[in-house]
């Protein structure tokens, strides 16, 4: 699995995650939170439903006892024959009637017969059916008071349906009962708004009759004296709550059921709805956002490294170039394997080098061994017709012999130094310590090599000049070297310096020249086994010079100017001791700097 897909993966599920954790917490505790607040915005309408019937009842009690107590009552009943009706409707009148929400009065005698009736229904008089009247002389139990306190109210099932009714005792002073007054009220079968505002509850009064349809029925069922509110969701939009009133007798008479919209929950919904649809589109746009900028930040990046890093071979090693510019981790991580790169060029080279110096070697001493023999027995040869000829009478024939003989040592001597450089590269190199002047040793070498007299050579050693402790034989092969270098640079002619001086544990020995100089891009090469920009050269000098300073724990420099001169400084231990580069810090001088400064001086 690749990392874009696995972040994709770790950024689906974490946010799967999140919106399931969030999808239930909406759910449960703020949606659960209206619904707990409609339930009891519905508990407490349904309770006011109870109420207000119950309120119903007690004003049509409180109805009856005033009306039962007027003295035109008592008179009345007392003396129907004698007394006319219109005593009794000049205090039970219309407008008490209708602020009561009266519509039947009857006033019963001692007997529980029928004396007086009325009705009234919408602001008009309705004649009291006979049905009525029967009904409360079959139950004498609701209109025969035997103490003057007792009272009877509460909701009645009558042949015109569902009343609330009041039947209390007409007395005198003398607490003496006459008869008894009967106040009905009919319970409205339709739906009675407990507000007209179409949005919000609506509160149904429904008479509980024989036939109660199933779904009453069980919501009867649900309602208990402990639980004396039942609240029911049909669907998404409605809630109702139910409550039951009893009748007189205890048998339950009437449903209050109270109906309001779910505006709450509805709310509740959409808000969560909202929220949830807002994460959602917020996720998906910040978790574009991150895999976009992660992709271009860091994927993108980290493909085109690991390409190019799968693209390197040793044959491209050296065109190779990983390094993304910036200093963040990605880039930081190029430059690490840039700097890798950097180590492997550099050890690819160094084998490039061994491999060379291996075949170098090979040859050198197949080369330098058949040669090395029959070169002396020339020199050997050479010196013997010397001899030989030095017996000679011709001084002409001597002088030419003499000359040609000098030349066949001359070049003998070259191939010997050629086959010498060979092996002093190759084999490893044992120093045969000894007292070593090298002014002396400086002086015979400038003896040796043949200086054109176009050449003006000086040499400056300090007076106390110390004698080092070196390999005699390889010193005076590396200033040889260095002189005979100079002597070619300077084809039409110049001046040779070779200067010395002491500098504290070390000795300081430059070779000057006022000759061709070295080119810049040369100047990197000149220390390179084979590097020549002579035709008869073999780019073998300077490699040796090197490696025998560096064996003596010494260190060679070289400065040039193009067409000014070259020189060349070595510094060497007095004594030898294992680590000359210890010596710089020292004496605090550094010698690299010092060749430097010392040059422009000599030229
Ligand atoms: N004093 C100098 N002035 C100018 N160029 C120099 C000087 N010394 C060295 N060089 C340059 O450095 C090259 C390498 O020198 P090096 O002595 O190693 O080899 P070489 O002189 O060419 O051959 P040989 O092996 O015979 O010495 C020379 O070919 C020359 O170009
Ligand atoms: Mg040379």
Known sequence: ????????????????????????????????????????????????????????????????????????????????????????????????????????????DLEGESILEKGYYKNSKIAVSEELVNFFEMNSILVVHQKVDSKLSGLLKTPLGLCAISSQPISSEEDKIVGSMVLCSLIETETEKATS????????????????????????????NDDPIYVEKPNEDTIKGYSVVNDLYGNPAILVAVEAPRLIYGMGEKMVNYFVLSFVLIGIS?????????????????????????????QTINETSVAIPGDDEIARLSQDIEGMLKTLREYQNRMKETERMV????????????LRNPLQVVVMLTDLIKKKINRLSDDEQHQEIERLTNRIKEQATYMNKIVSDLQGLTKGLSLEIEDVYLVEMVEGILESVQIPENIFSQVYFEEDFP???AD??????????????????????????????????????????????????????????????????????????????????GEIFVKSHQGVGTMFTIFLPIKQEPKSVEDKTETGIDYASYHEHILPSCL
């Open 467 to 469: 004698e080092i402790f």
């Open 197 to 224: 505002d179409p949005t919000l509850m609506q509160v149904n009064l429904v008479p509980l009759t024989e036939n109660i349809p199933a779904h009453t029925a069980s919501i009867l069922h649900e309602i208990t």
């Open 1 to 108: 699995m690749n990392l874009r897909l696995k972040l994709f993966t770790l950024f689906s599920v974490t946010y799967l995650l999140i919106f399931i954790v969030i999808q239930f917490a909406s759910n449960s505790v703020l949606l659960g939170g209206m619904e707990e607040l409609e339930n009891r915005e519905i508990t407490g309408e349904t309770a006011n439903g109870v109420a207000s019937v119950k309120q119903r009842i007690s004003d049509i009690e409180y109805a009856t006892r005033r009306f039962a107590s007027y003295d035109n009552i008592y008179r009345f009943t007392k003396a129907p024959d004698l007394v006319s009706e219109e005593y009794v409707w000049r205090v039970v009148n219309d407008a008490a009637l209708s602020e009561s929400n009266i519509n039947y009065v009857i006033i019963f």
């Open 359 to 370: 075949s170098i070697g090979a040859t050198a001493t197949m080369v330098g061994h058949d």
């Open 472 to 553: 005699k034989a390889k010193i005076q092969r590396v200033l040889t070297n260095l002189i005979i270098n100079a002597i070619q640079s300077m084809q039409t002619g110049g001046e040779l310096v070779v200067r010395g001086h002491k500098d504290g544990k070390k000795v300081c020995i430059s070779v000057i020249d006022t000759g061709c100089g070295i080119t810049k891009p040369n100047l990197d090469k000149i220390f390179d086994p084979l590097f020549t920009t002579k035709a008869k050269g073999t780019g073998l000098g300077l490699t040796v010079c090197k490696r025998i300073v560096e064996a003596h724990s």
């Open 286 to 314: 910040i978790g574009m956002l991150a895999i976009l900028a992660l992709n271009r930040l860091v994927i993108m990046p980290l493909s085109k490294l690991s390409g190019e890093v799968a693209e390197i071979n040793p």
